[in-house]
Nanobody, 127 residues
């Protein structure tokens, strides 16, 4: 069983930065793509970023490209999301998730392809 625990959310001013962390339990972390998703008020959950199991490939939503950076430390079973130049529209609950398939060749942005989810961490950006 995999458990994911996010941390690092909070209140930030527009233009500011936050760093989210997601600690994973279990033995499959280093074999699976990890993703970050977010869900704003009244919105559907949407893809933010993903990183391949090897750390060699990443993908970003257009809305965060150039501002957010995903990384992982397989030795620590942890994935990170560094968020910079935050905007009001980045306000959401942020979730980390683990791909349902190990050693997937590509990166998936589909919610349905992620099997395990954290409880979420709130990020609020103020003006």
């Amino acid at each position: 069983q995999v458990q994911l625990v996010e941390s690092g959310g909070g209140l930030a001013q527009a233009g500011g930065s936050l760093r989210l962390s997601c600690a994973a339990s279990g033995r499959t972390f280093s074999m699976n793509t990890m993703g970050w998703f977010r869900q704003g008020p009244g919105k559907e959950r949407e893809f933010v970023a993903a990183i391949k199991w090897s750390g060699g490939s990443t993908a970003y939503a257009d809305s965060v490209k150039g501002r957010f950076t995903i990384s992982r430390d397989n030795a620590k079973n942890t994935v990170y999301l560094q968020m910079a130049n935050l905007k009001l529209e980045d306000t959401a609950v942020y979730y980390c998730a683990q791909d349902r398939f190990s050693y997937r060749s590509g990166l998936t942005q589909r919610v349905q392809e992620y099997e395990y989810w954290g409880q979420g961490t709130q990020v609020t950006v103020s003006s």
